[in-house]
C-alpha cells in the first residue's frame, strides 16, 4: 500500500517542523548556557588562542584522517568496487552537510545520493548506509567497553532500582506496538536486506577488514582530535579519560537531532569534562578546539567541493 502524495507531503511537513522546534529548543538552551557561563567561554576562547600550536597541528591532522577513514569503512559496507577520489570528496561533503541538517540527515543524504550516482540501487544503498552505521555504533560500543574500566568511577550508572519495572515495560511495549502496526513488514524486508549485505561484506575478507578497520579509525581520530586539543590547553585530564568521555559525551549526543550535534555534543562534553573535575575554562577551550578542528574550519571548504560535486553529476 503506497502513500498518497499529499499524505507524504504533510508528513515531511511535519517531520521538518518537529526537527526544527526540537533544534530552536536545544539551541535556545544552548545560549542560556553561553550567557550564563560566559567568563568561563570567554576565558576558555583566550586560552584557546595561546595554545601549543603543534598539538593543535597534530588535532587538524587527524581531523582530516577523519574523512579518510569513513571512506575506508564506506567502502567496505559494499561489495563493489568505488572511485576512491569521489568516494573521499563525498565524506567530505557529507562531513559540511551535516552540520546543516539535523540527525544526520546531510550526511545520509549525500552518501545515499553518492552510492546510487555509483550504480547502486537505492534499497542497496540505503542498507550499505546501514550496514556501516551499524559498524560504527558497535565500534562506540566496544570501545567505551574497553576503557571504562581503565578509567574506574569515570562513568557513572544511575541506580535503576527503583524504576526497573518501568525500564523494562517501555521498550517492549514499544517492541510489540511496532510488530502490529503497518510498519513492521517494511521494517522486516529491510532488517533481512541489511543482514544479507551484512553477510555479503564478510564473505569478502578486505572488505570486512576496510569495514571494521575504517569504522574504528573513524572514531579513534575523532578521539585523537579532543585529546590533541585538551593537551594544548592542559586540560587536566588523562588521554584515557578524555577519549572514554567523548564516546560517552557523543553516544548521548546522538539522540538530541541537532544539525551535526552542535549544541548537545558541546554542552554534553563540557558537562562531561566539567563533572570528571576539569576546570570550566579548560573545559571550554577543549570544546571550542575541538570544534573549530572538526567543523568550522572544514564547513566552508566542505560545502564547495559539496556544490562541485553536484555541478559534475557526482550526486
Known sequence: MTTPPGLAAALGRRRAYWHAGVCLVVLVC??????????????????????????????AAAAV??????AVAQQGAVVRRLPGGRLVAAQFAAGAA??????????????????MRC??????????????????????????????PACPGLLRIPNLSAGAPVAVLVPAVLVVVLVRSRLWPRCRRALATVLADIRAVHASPPRAAALWGGSAAFTVLHSLVLITVAQAVELPLSPARV??????????????????????????????FTAAGAPA???????????????????????????????????
Open 30 to 59: 544552548l545560549a542560556y548556557l553561553a550567557r550564563r557561563h560566559w567568563p568561563a567561554l570567554h576565558t576558555g576562547a583566550v586560552r584557546l588562542a595561546v595554545a601549543d600550536q603543534g598539538w593543535l597541528l597534530a588535532g
Open 65 to 70: 584522517g577523519t574523512w579518510a577513514a569513513s
Open 98 to 115: 551535516n552540520h546543516v541538517l539535523p540527525a544526520g540527515l546531510g550526511a545520509g543524504a549525500v552518501n545515499l545520493r553518492f552510492l
Open 243 to 272: 577519549a572514554l568521555l567523548y564516546l560517552a559525551a557523543s553516544s548521548a549526543a546522538a539522540l538530541l537531532p541537532t544539525p551535526g550535534g552542535i549544541g548537545s555534543l558541546d554542552a554534553a562534553l563540557a558537562l562531561a
Open 281 to 315: 575554562a579548560a573545559a571550554a577551550s577543549a570544546v571550542l578546539g575541538y570544534r573549530l578542528l572538526t567543523v568550522w574550519l572544514p564547513l566552508v571548504p566542505g560545502l564547495v567541493v559539496l556544490g562541485v560535486l553536484v555541478r559534475r553529476k557526482a550526486l
Open 119 to 148: 550504480g547502486l540501487p537505492a534499497a542497496r544503498s540505503a542498507s550499505a548506509l546501514a550496514v556501516k552505521a551499524t559498524a560504527g555504533g558497535v565500534v562506540r560500543g566496544v570501545l567505551i567497553a574497553v576503557l571504562a
